[in-house]
């Protein structure tokens, strides 16, 4: 079946210390996006990459980065990592036709990532 | 600027009981409405949307959503409750005509129960 995969499903690491987290997808969509959701919270967009134009949202901290070295494959790389970056952390994707069409496509979200901050 | 609202943290309901989730949304065009179910350390399960057409729109395991322009709303609906339905439900929303129209708007979440 075509799915969003992500890996780990939870991920501990020590404040400060490089984490990097992967997200795969076999649905061949040109736009993946990472997301951040705290508890009880609404999952806040970091950033996404239609193909392989990256773009980032104004509010993502410079901690954040993303790599996307092609079609299947995104990673979030948190630089050092704070306590306040624990959360779950979503990747999802969609088909961007564009056009008269831009907007209506469903993204598609893996099973995410738990970060623990030590 | 987009805006989705989440009205009740939690709603609680019998099983067997029609269920409703409440959602309303703020857009300066027409909104594109979408609902997601997430269930514990689990991510987000689309469930159905709202494009154009029919006002009623039906969608997986049996919810159904209805796009009420004049009230801003895209309530979650399901006609008999199930247990297997207690989960935290989003509702988002974009608007196709601003700027950065691909984002997603999600709303805080509603955490339903279903009572056996």
């Known amino acids: 079946d075509a799915m969003v995969i992500q890996n780990p499903r939870y991920q501990v690491t020590q404040f400060g210390k490089p984490v990097t987290l992967s997200c795969s997808q076999t649905?061949?969509?040109?736009?993946m996006y990472w997301y951040q959701q705290k508890s009880s919270q609404a999952p806040k967009l970091l950033f996404h990459?239609?193909?392989?134009?990256?773009?980032n949202e104004a509010d993502t901290p410079d901690n954040f980065q993303s790599r996307r070295p092609n079609t299947s494959f995104c990673f979030l790389d948190i630089r050092s990592p704070g306590l306040g970056d624990a959360a779950m952390y979503l990747c999802a994707t969609s088909r961007l036709a564009g056009g008269p069409g831009l907007g209506q496509e469903t993204q598609y979200f893996g099973p995410g990532t738990r970060l623990l901050v030590l | 600027a987009q805006s989705v609202a989440q009205p009740e943290d939690q709603v609680n309901v019998a099983e067997g009981n029609p269920l409703t989730v409440k959602c309303t949304y703020s857009?300066?065009?027409?909104?594109?409405l979408f609902w997601y179910v997430q269930y514990p350390n689990r991510g987000l399960q689309f469930l159905l949307k709202y494009i154009t057409g029919d006002n009623l729109v039906k969608g997986s395991y049996g919810f159904e959503a209805e796009f009420n322009k004049s009230q801003t709303s895209f309530h979650l609906k399901k006609p008999s409750a199930l247990v297997s339905d207690s989960a935290l439900y989003f509702c988002?929303?974009?608007?196709?005509?601003?700027?950065?129209?691909?984002?997603?708007?999600f709303g805080k979440g509603t955490k339903l129960s279903v009572i056996p």
């Open positions: 988002a929303v974009r608007d196709p005509s601003g700027a950065g129209s691909y984002q997603l708007t």
């Open positions: 649905l061949n969509h040109n736009v």
């Open positions: 857009v300066s065009g027409n909104p594109y």
């Open positions: 990459y239609y193909d392989k134009d990256f773009n």
